[in-house]
């Protein structure tokens, strides 16, 4: 079945662009526009898109209210959102991606890596791409732990190796880079990620990234 996309964006030239490109591939079917976060819910209810690719600023609601409404607390719909950003809306992302985004994406992306971010999130994955995320939190390192502080006590909930996997998540490597990483199976990897998520009470590997950083266990700029 082919994946039901949404458009949010205030300008109508760019959804154009995007459903242009979407709608080029075979298993991808763009079904609906809006131009704020008010329309974006109500297209959510009543269309059930599979990806919301989500705009930030926008007027009436913008899109980091639109985001936590639609995939917040006591939602259980399909919907998952995809962040798009410029390099001057930084600082809203990681605001997105509390609220809620599975991911984020710039403006000035590659047709071909708009379409595989869409697959990615529609699949359940994060679209976390390592250099945007570490430029993201370097730009934004004085707001964030040193790695000094003492860790959270949830962190002393991992065993070592889980550790070591929720740092290879939060640099934004693949299961199968993790894999690679540390000589072990994909499959052992999606187990440790699995208890990562539960063990610490996240919803997916966005979340974990974030976590991992504003708990000190990764510090902006470490390799």
Do not use: C, W
Request: a negative charge; glycine letters at 8%.
């Amino acid at each position: 079945m082919a994946i039901r996309v949404l458009l949010v964006d205030d300008q109508p030239l760019l959804r154009t662009g995007f459903r242009m490109i979407l709608e080029a591939e075979q298993d991808i079917a763009v079904v609906g526009e809006a131009g704020d976060g008010l329309q974006a819910q109500d297209q959510v209810r009543a269309l059930q898109p599979d990806v919301v690719l989500m705009d930030i600023r926008m007027p009436r609601m913008d899109g980091v209210e639109a985001t936590r409404q639609i995939t917040g607390p006591g939602r259980d719909g399909p919907a998952k959102v995809l962040v798009l950003t410029t390099f001057d809306l930084d600082e809203y992302v990681v605001e997105a991606l509390r609220a809620g985004a599975s991911g984020f994406l710039l403006k000035d992306a590659p047709a071909n890596e708009l379409v595989q971010a869409i697959r990615v999130v529609a699949a359940g994955e994060a679209m976390l791409a390592p250099s945007i995320t570490r430029r993201l939190l370097d730009k934004y390192s004085a707001h964030l732990p040193s790695g000094d502080e003492p860790v959270p006590d949830t962190l002393h909930t991992l065993t070592d190796r889980e550790v070591e996997v929720l740092k290879l998540v939060a640099r934004g490597l693949s299961n199968a880079e993790i894999a690679a990483d540390l000589f072990v199976s994909e499959t052992t990897v999606k187990t440790h990620v699995g208890h990562v998520l539960t063990k610490l009470g996240l919803r997916d590997r966005v979340q974990a990234a974030v976590y991992a950083y504003e708990s000190g266990l990764v510090r902006p700029g470490a390799q």
